[in-house]
């Protein structure tokens, strides 16, 4: 990864911790938290590497998923669409009882709408 992509996968990942910080949730908390985690573009469910980690260790359930086309997902790019991305995010979060807080990084953001 060059060093643009990183600083760019950083910064994402930096506004999360300004506005979100699940790192400090058992103080407001002993509830342990399911957490669903969206790459950005043109990357993958790597992109959570460090994070997945962190809230594991504090007792949260963690979902890096690959969405369809990217990663380890083989999704023929041509198959590849809004609504069947949305769909897969919809099939994930049905199987999990409770809520579930979704977090996502850079233009993926737009599957919390």
């Known amino acids: 990864m060059n060093s643009q992509k990183a600083l760019l ?10 506005l979100f910080n699940p790192f400090k949730m058992k103080a407001q908390s002993n509830e342990k938290k399911t957490f669903i985690l ?30 369809p086309g990217m990663g380890r997902d083989k999704t023929p790019i041509e198959n590849v669409r809004f609504d069947s991305t949305i769909q897969k995010l919809c099939r994930l979060i049905e199987t999990i009882p409770g809520k579930v807080i979704l977090v996502a990084h850079s233009k993926n953001g737009i599957m919390n709408s």
């Open 9 to 18: 996968a950083n910064f994402g990942l930096l506004i999360i911790a300004l």
């Open 38 to 67: 969206i790459h950005g573009s043109w990357h993958s469910a790597w992109n959570w590497y460090k994070v997945t980690p962190l809230l594991e260790k504090k007792g949260h359930t963690v979902y890096a998923l690959d969405l």
